[in-house]
């Protein structure tokens, strides 16, 4: 099937996503945004100790499969970026003493509940 006329049908301020979805059947760039527009996950779990939120939410990928490969778009889940990139990767603050297996049971959860609630947005139409 000729590519120029299957992006013919998308309307032009979807271009973009239907091209990333068609190179990468993982990515989702409509699902990070909404992923983005979210409050920092950690916020809301009862965790014995939660540092505060720094600077603006990004779009964590759990671990996939292996080592070095990482879940598509839709498993991602909302951290901060001091909770992501200086706490989560670092297993300091608020997950110092955390052991990888513990971390990797809370990104489960949360990317299940987030898939899920992504998942129910789209049938919504929202």
């Not at 409050?39 to 964590?60: G, I, N, S």
Request: proline share 8%.
């Amino acid at each position: 099937m000729n590519k120029k006329w299957q992006l013919s049908k998308v309307p032009p301020g979807k271009v973009y996503d239907a091209v990333a979805r068609e190179r990468d059947p993982k990515k989702d760039p409509k699902h990070l945004r909404w992923i983005r527009s979210l409050p920092c996950a950690l916020l809301r779990l009862p965790l014995p100790r939660v540092t505060p939120c720094r600077f603006d939410v990004e779009a964590h990928h759990p671990t996939g499969a292996g080592t070095g490969l990482r879940d598509g778009d839709r498993r991602s889940i909302p951290l901060c970026g001091f909770h992501h990139r200086e706490e989560l990767h670092r297993f300091a603050g608020t997950f110092e003493g955390w052991s990888k297996e513990e971390v990797h049971a809370l990104e489960d959860v949360l990317s299940d509940l987030y898939e899920y609630l992504g998942a129910r947005r789209r049938e919504l139409g929202r």
